[in-house]
């Protein structure tokens, strides 16, 4: 089991940053990889990036490519979403999610995260 609670969001202008951040609860943290995900209104939930805690390697939505960057303390159990050159189309409610690591190909469907944080609400102002 694997408690997840985010902090971070709220509005900013368009070509600001935010950082978000989802604090993880539970012996085993080492052993999951972490998502984020973002909904927008009226949309389905989309991936936005997603980093292994075991080495520390990350991946990236298109969208999102060289704007936002994952990062992660270790003694905080804390993993952080950087978010830069911020759009308005960034605008959502992000959550972070956490799933057992399992290797090979990224796991980029809402549905093969079994954990999830309340969610925190972005917006972005044109």
């Known amino acids: 089991q694997v408690q997840l609670v985010e902090s971070g969001g709220g509005l900013v202008q368009a070509g600001g940053s935010l950082r978000l951040s989802c604090a993880a609860s539970?012996?085993?943290?080492?052993?999951?990889?972490m998502g984020w995900f973002r909904q927008a209104p009226g949309k389905e939930r989309e991936f936005v990036a997603a980093?292994?805690?075991?080495?520390?390697?990350?991946y990236y939505a298109d969208s999102v490519k060289g704007r936002f960057t994952v990062s992660r303390d270790d003694a905080r159990n804390t993993v952080y979403l950087q978010m830069n050159s911020l759009k308005p189309e960034d605008t959502a409610v992000y959550y972070c999610?956490?799933?057992?690591?399992?290797?090979?190909?990224?796991?980029?469907?809402?549905?093969?995260?079994?954990?999830w944080g309340q969610g925190t609400q972005v917006t972005v102002s044109s």
């Open positions: 999610a956490a799933r057992v690591t399992t290797w090979g190909s990224w796991r980029t469907s809402q549905y093969e995260y079994g954990y």
């Open positions: 539970g012996r085993t943290v080492s052993t999951y990889t």
């Open positions: 980093s292994r805690w075991s080495g520390g390697s990350t």
